[in-house]
């Protein structure tokens, strides 16, 4: 991702002599004022730009392989993902965010795909 520089200063520029020099209290210095322009245009790329990483997906998850609830779980989670209906809610490239939720409460977590079912 890049950023255009010259916007960043031009508006760090406009900030800084914005600023009412007859009122000396309060006065941001340039850097101060450099600094609040590059926090401006990084929000406002992070607003542009949405990750591809992670999408929000509804899919219905059968199963999970049984040596890794074992082993990231303990016996009364396992009870109550055994009982659970399990819905993928967020994908990855390799991973799923499931989403368990059975009578004793939800259990939320990630999962490898290749685990799944």
């Known amino acids: ?8 200063m031009k508006r760090a520029w406009r ?3 914005s600023q009412d020099f007859n009122y000396k209290k309060g006065l ?5 004022c450099l600094s609040k322009a590059w926090e401006a245009v990084k929000a406002e790329v992070k607003r542009t730009v949405v990750a591809p ?6 899919k219905e998850i059968k199963a999970i392989a049984d040596w890794f609830i074992k082993k990231k779980f ?5 009870y109550a993902i055994s009982l659970s209906d399990m819905t993928a809610v967020k994908e990855t490239e390799k991973a799923y ?5 059975s009578d004793f409460g939800t259990i939320s977590f990630w ?3 290749s685990l799944c079912k």
Do not use: G
């Open 74 to 78: 303990d016996q009364n989670e396992r």
């Open 15 to 17: 900030t800084y002599k």
């Open 28 to 32: 941001w210095s340039f850097a101060k």
């Open 53 to 58: 990483a992670k999408k929000a997906i509804e």
């Open 111 to 113: 999962c490898p795909k």
């Open 97 to 101: 965010f499931i989403k368990a939720v």
């Open 1 to 8: 991702m890049r950023y255009d520089k010259s916007e960043v």
